[in-house]
């Protein structure tokens, strides 16, 4: 006897979800889909009507099912909202510039407007040529970086009003297991929120947040959405992976444990008695930063400098010499220039 | 390193090397550091010391047989007991097995000079429910009760010859006037049960029955992980209760560095993420009459092992449920070998975690006196109602899922965990008979949508493993029924209540 769809109880179920175990149809699954979605949106109260919103496309399947979904939202419950593909070229040969030819096709297909930043205009570097100079550890910190600010960039540049990005639920798990073994407690507080921002920065929200991936996966698959899916090549070395591999196996014997450990990590709470970074600006760009100056600022300052490691770890007393553009001295040179095998 | 005389013998962390002598100098001072700093054991309160058998807990027996001892400079100031829960019949170990291991420790406890007692994991049947009842003390304040008993302490026992005499004046100032009438209320209610329990002729203070009745609770979870929660839970259960009837205000756990950071994070992966500086902090007050230390919670591992091989501390090694399981059998033996595999490529994970694990506090606090009225779960005595309070938290977006999934009923469906499936919704949600409807999920007998609502979100997912509710121990789903009429009861006459109970109970 075949399966039934435990919601419409009249088709044969195409799937069974990954998230709770029911079977269900195509059809019914898309409309679970939107609507969970559309739940997240409308409790967190993440747009107002009129907004223009940037979408955080890469090519890859998030951003490319967020830009299909929010469309479909968009029209379905009349949010309102202008809508507007916003790209980063990061400069990763073989990775990236294949993915931003699907965002072009994306474009197209869902008539909305696109613009790229790249790396190489921003800030006169490329991931590849990072790569060459920091080495293959700790590469991700600067492409993170980096793209924070060039999306806050292009959208500043496109007078956007709110980002969102499509972080599903297993990165922001991921974020929360990683944050923790790393003893990160200022970043544990805030990785959970469905959406971060504060004055003179652009807000950035994540709709996505509690949709599994492999639940975007299938969506993707039964709509036969175009998209890229080939992993970054440098990121096998990342801490990431061994929170990512986890999250997994823990997958595996709980489903539902990635929503448990969202749920722990937007519980979790900390001492007053801690310590927490205030906010401020930069004293060179004016980017918001907890510092003197901004990671940004200080990561390229490295680059040109050929001291690639002085962005990495905490150096609070060299702050000051950077700023007023000093040189430095023998020994923090040495410290900071990349070992070589 | 630190005498630079000796030669070194062993290395901690990454390089730090000791003598012989100064890392037992070291390790005692860790101990008695922990102790003094965290100013809870009160001067002759009476401390009961839960011993596994394992290192750590055999490491726990010995420091504090040192400090008591006559040798030791500023002997350490409490009365120590003993206690072992026997879980051989959760493991599925025959009956001469599990003689010979508690011959075993039998030997070493009697070693120590302290009074002890072995519980068997069966005695779970037994438990009165009270069990599961919190009593809290009025707040007092903390310092300078200390320091008057440490003061009055020191006089009297100044005073007195024997040692008994000390006891037994601190023991007077230290208790609460409210909690003895409770207590004792406890005490009697125990000495019924023991009586039947010793009645029992022969070598074991339990029945066959009980222990079928053991290994059928657990063969009811269908995961490891959910058989290991409810271990720990009904461990815990024994434990209190025994402190309780015996009289002690203090419980020792010997968790050790290595061990609490494996628990963060498993409980961070079963949702329990709220309460992580319960479950792991240095003391654990839910269950108030009773608080639970863990003065052994700056020791690796590693550290502890050294110790027993130096110093020839005795231990026994148990079996438990997951030795010998597959990597992937159960979130908690996931997390463990996870833990060990990163600590070798990057050695500050553990102390790492430790550290995070310190800065936190719990979310909503547990005292009667700041949070009147609050409900607490069943099995774990957590704070409830912790995922009501945010609007866009997970726990709405799963419970959300939960109903979109399925088809949509004629009363309108209801958002939690516990809807019913179609073929079973025609008692409009009242009590389920299970008629042997072959859903295609799992089955629920004897629930309402009451019970779900008594547990804590792990614990939800724990009793979800489960066939059937039946099989847990009565003391269980007694307080269940109780609290379940209690609420209903409260419903009633909501619209007369002017302040909630706790109000009226405190009230001079």
């Given at each position: 006897m075949p399966v039934l769809c435990?919601?419409?109880?009249?088709k044969k179920a195409h799937l069974k979800r990954p998230k709770t175990g029911h079977s269900l149809c195509k059809e019914c699954f898309f409309w679970v889909f939107e609507e969970e979605v559309h739940h997240s949106i409308v409790s967190a109260k993440l747009f107002n009507r009129g907004e223009t919103v940037g979408i955080g496309a890469s090519g890859g399947k998030d951003s490319t099912v967020l830009a299909h979904v929010m469309k479909v939202l968009n029209e379905r419950y009349d949010y309102g909202l202008n809508l507007i593909l916003l790209s980063v070229d990061?400069?990763?040969?073989?990775?990236r510039d294949d993915s931003l030819e699907t965002v072009k096709r994306n474009q197209e297909q869902y008539e909305l407007p696109l613009k790229i930043v790249s790396y190489e205009e921003l800030y006169g570097w490329t991931m590849d040529t990072i790569v060459k100079q920091?080495?293959?550890?700790?590469?991700c910190t600067f492409c993170g970086v980096f793209r924070r600010q060039a999306l806050d960039r292009g959208a500043m540049m496109l007078e956007v009003d709110k980002i969102c990005t499509g972080h599903n639920a297993d990165d922001v798990a991921e974020t929360v297991l990683m944050n923790f073994l790393r003893g990160d407690i200022a970043r544990l507080r805030r990785c959970t929120a469905i959406s971060t921002g504060s004055e003179g920065a652009i807000p950035r929200c994540k709709?996505?947040?509690?949709?599994y991936e492999k639940e975007i996966v299938l969506y993707a698959y039964f709509k036969k959405l175009d998209y890229f899916s080939t992993e970054?090549?440098?990121?096998?070395?990342?801490?990431r992976g061994h929170a990512r591999s986890f999250l997994k196996d823990l997958e595996s014997i709980r489903p539902s444990s990635i929503i448990d450990v969202i749920h722990s990590g937007e519980n979790l709470s900390v001492k007053e008695e801690v310590r927490m970074p205030i906010q401020g600006n930069c004293a060179?760009?004016?980017?918001?930063?907890?510092?003197?100056?901004c990671k940004a600022c200080v990561l390229l300052e490295g680059l040109n400098r050929g001291l690639?490691?002085?962005?990495?770890?905490?150096?609070?007393?060299l702050q000051d010499k950077l700023l007023k553009s000093q040189p430095l001295t023998e020994e923090e040179e040495k410290k900071f220039k990349m070992i070589s095998f | 390193m630190k005498c630079k005389e000796s030669p070194a013998l062993l290395i901690i962390r990454v390089g730090d090397a000791f003598c012989r002598n100064c890392f037992k100098e070291y390790f005692v001072h860790k101990f008695r550091a922990m102790l003094g700093k965290n100013r809870l054991v009160f001067p002759g309160e009476k401390v009961l010391l839960a011993v596994s058998g394992g290192p750590s807990s055999s490491s726990l027996l010995f420091q504090v047989q040192e400090g008591l001892s006559?040798?030791?400079?500023?002997k350490l100031r409490f009365v120590p007991g003993i206690v072992h829960i026997e879980e051989g019949a959760a493991c599925g170990k025959t009956l001469e097995e599990r003689t010979k291991i508690v011959a075993d420790l039998k030997s070493i406890f009697s070693t120590s000079g302290f009074p002890f007692v072995i519980v068997y994991l069966e005695e779970v049947f037994s438990l009165?429910?009270?069990?599961l009842q919190s009593i809290f003390s009025l707040p007092t304040e903390k310092d300078d009760l200390y320091k008057d008993a440490v003061a009055g302490f020191m006089q009297s026992c100044h005073t007195s010859v024997k040692k008994n005499l000390c006891h037994e004046t601190v023991a007077q100032e230290t208790?609460?006037?409210?909690?003895h009438t409770h207590a004792s209320l406890l005490s009697t209610h125990a000495h019924a049960n023991e009586t039947s329990i010793s009645?029992?002729?022969?070598?074991?203070?339990?029945s066959p029955e009980q222990t079928e009745a053991v290994k059928k609770l657990f063969a009811s979870m269908k995961t490891l992980t959910a058989k290991e929660e409810m271990l720990q839970t009904l461990r815990k259960h024994l434990i209190l209760y025994t402190a309780r009837i015996k009289g002690y205000s203090k419980v020792m756990m010997g968790d050790s560095c290595t061990r609490l950071a494996v628990k963060l994070l498993a409980n961070i992966c079963l949702g329990r993420g709220a309460f992580l500086a319960m479950d792991?902090?240095?003391?654990?007050?839910?269950h108030g009459d009773i608080t639970i230390i863990r003065p052994?919670?700056?020791?690796s591992a590693k550290e502890i092992a050294f110790y027993n091989k130096l110093f020839g501390v005795p231990s026994v090694f148990t079996a438990g449920?997951?030795?010998?399981?597959?990597?992937?059998?159960s979130i908690q033996h996931l997390t463990e070998s996870f833990i060990v595999k990163l600590q070798a490529d990057f050695p500050s994970t553990v102390s790492t975690i430790y550290r995070t694990s310190e800065k936190?506090?719990?979310?909503?606090?547990?005292?009667?006196?700041?949070?009147?009225?609050t409900e607490t779960c069943l099995l774990c005595s957590c704070v409830l109602g912790i995922e009501l309070?945010?609007?866009?938290s997970a726990f709405c977006a799963i419970s959300i899922s939960e109903e979109l999934s399925q088809s949509k009923k004629p009363e309108g469906g209801q958002v939690?965990?516990?809807?019913?499936?179609e073929c079973c919704a025609e008692n409009k949600m009242?009590?389920?008979?299970?008629?042997?409807c072959s859903c295609q999920s799992r089955e629920r007998r004897n629930t309402t949508p009451d019970f779900w609502s008594l547990l804590c979100y792990s614990c939800k997912l724990v009793v979800k493993?489960?066939?059937?509710?039946?099989?847990?121990p009565e003391y269980i789903l007694e307080e269940a029924n109780r609290r379940q009429r209690r609420t209903q009861i409260k419903r009633e006459i909501q619209e007369y209540l002017l302040t909630s109970e706790d109000d009226a109970d405190t009230a001079p």
């Open positions: 435990s919601r419409c109880e009249i990061e400069g990763i040969t073989g990775y920091v080495g293959l550890k700790n590469n709709p996505l947040k509690y949709a970054c090549i440098y990121s096998p070395n990342a801490y060179r760009c004016g980017y918001i930063s907890s510092q003197k100056l690639p490691k002085l962005g990495i770890g905490k150096h609070h007393k | 006559h040798k030791a400079s500023k009165p429910s009270s069990v208790t609460l006037t409210e909690d009645a029992f002729r022969g070598k074991f203070p339990f792991t902090g240095f003391s654990d007050p839910r052994m919670r700056e020791y449920l997951n030795t010998k399981a597959p990597e992937k059998a936190l506090n719990p979310r909503y606090s547990q005292t009667p006196a700041d949070d009147k009225g309070r945010d609007e866009a939690s965990s516990s809807t019913m499936e009242e009590t389920l008979e299970s008629s042997g493993d489960m066939t059937s509710l039946d099989l847990l």
